[in-house]
């Protein structure tokens, strides 16, 4: 399979194009075949060697949407063939296939797009950590959300994610941006 490589910290360079052995899959894990992938910002952190130590070499990235390919013995809640995400979880995504733990991965639904997908599922899942867990902001309270027109994924180009929350939770919501 095709992947994307680095065998030492640094900028975009040292990222290396191979061909790697596909992965497969034990007990409880599912072998995926990646159809989108997301980039973020950790993944430059990984890259890099700032804030998190990881092992090298590297296959980097942690969140993609993509189909069960195959599974391990003990899987019980996917099929070959179901539409899966994963975020959050250092499975090295920027590659054809990534083997995810069966308990890190959600369903996705086949009428959803797998770029769209992951355009806002570790978005969507820090924004409901934040807003839920970290702090549960109460009806009639007022919550600024910073970068709120850059951030919007392809998917919410309306903003229907905050608005949703707004509707279900009554509170407030301001939005801030930058200059371009």
Do not use: K
């Not at 061909?19 to 950790?42: D, Q, S, W």
């Not at 890190?104 to 924004?127: F, H, N």
Request: net charge negative; proline share 8%; glycine share 10%.
């Amino acid at each position: 399979m095709r992947a994307i490589r680095i065998y030492e910290h640094g900028g975009p360079e040292v990222l290396r194009f191979e061909e790697v052995p596909r992965p497969i899959p034990r007990a409880t894990e599912v072998l995926v075949r990646n159809e989108a992938i997301g980039v973020n910002f950790v993944d430059t952190q990984h890259r890099a060697g700032l804030n998190y130590q990881v092992t090298l070499p590297l296959i980097p990235g942690i969140e993609s949407i993509g189909r069960v390919e195959a599974i391990g013995p003990e899987v019980t809640e996917f099929m070959v063939g179901a539409c899966v995400g994963n975020a959050g979880f250092m499975g090295g995504v920027y590659a054809e296939y990534s083997i995810v733990p069966e308990a890190r991965l959600v369903p996705i639904p086949t009428t959803v797009d797998p770029q769209e997908a992951v355009a806002s599922l570790l978005q969507g899942m820090t924004a409901h950590f934040l807003i839920l867990d970290a702090y549960p902001v109460r009806e009639g309270e007022t919550i600024l959300v910073h970068s709120s027109e850059r951030s919007r994924p392809v998917s919410d180009p309306d903003g229907e994610t905050a608005r949703s929350y707004r509707h279900w939770h009554r509170f407030n919501h301001r939005g801030s941006a930058g200059s371009p």
